[in-house]
């Protein structure tokens, strides 16, 4: 699997590469600026792109900006991002892409190295990877939307949950409750989002999102039995 890394701190550079060449990557280009990255990724198109958001010369969001010009050149080229830093605005942006696998995860978090390297495959696969602290303050932001604001405490918590990318089965083992108590909460959210529920993570993580995003429109529209079809009205559209 051929990965392309774009991290500006020499050391934090250097061990991705060993961590992944450890685990049977191919590191095929390994930048340390913002100008290099849309180049690399171009140029290798490669399976998936780990990214930090902040690299030079302004270290403000040049990594977020040339993933997301990459996928407009290699529709559904995944990318993990790996920052310090939640950037909302580009977050979202990227994260409403729904081509491709992707993920946001913050660095003083990841404390696992086989938990990373999962999640580089997960987001390789098509998955969707997402820390914590960004599903918090993606939902924080949306607070006084409607209808995010018609959830109930748990549902919120369940919701978080769902766009981290986890299982009902995972979620009832975290929240101490059953599975029955989870999917009720699910069709209650899915319910109240206005969006269909579904059995497949990835979609209802990336559906999540997109709400999340802000644009109702956009929410799928499914019929039993067939794919998922886009809303009729507005612009077309993490499990």
Do not use: C, W
């Not at 998936?48 to 996928?71: C, H, K, M, Y």
């Amino acid at each position: 699997m051929r990965v392309v890394i774009a991290e500006d701190l020499a050391l934090l550079r250097d061990g991705l590469i060993r961590i992944l060449e450890a685990f049977g990557f191919e590191v095929v280009a390994a930048v340390d600026n913002g100008p290099s990255v849309l180049s690399a990724l171009v140029t290798h198109r490669p399976d998936v792109a780990v990214l930090d958001v902040r690299l030079p010369p302004t270290f403000t969001d040049e990594g977020l900006q040339a993933a997301i010009q990459a996928r407009a050149e290699i529709p559904g080229l995944p990318i993990l991002v790996l920052s310090q830093h939640v950037e909302q605005l580009y977050a979202r942006e990227l994260l409403s892409d729904r081509a491709g696998g992707v993920g946001y995860l913050l660095k003083d978090r990841v404390s696992n190295v086989a938990q990373f390297v999962d999640a580089v495959r997960r987001v390789a696969g098509g998955g969707t990877v997402m820390d914590p602290e960004v599903v918090s303050q993606l939902l924080a932001s949306r607070s006084g939307a409607q209808p995010l604001q018609e959830l109930t405490a748990r549902e919120r918590e369940v919701l978080g949950l769902m766009a981290e990318g986890r299982s009902n089965a995972a979620i009832a083992a975290r929240l101490f409750v059953t599975e029955k108590a989870v999917s009720k909460h699910i069709n209650n959210i899915f319910s109240k989002l206005r969006m269909p529920p579904s059995d497949d993570d990835n979609r209802r993580v990336l559906a999540v999102l997109t709400y999340l995003n802000g644009d109702d429109s956009q929410l799928p529209v499914s019929v039993p039995g067939r794919a998922p079809r886009r809303a009729a009205a507005g612009p077309s559209l993490p499990g």
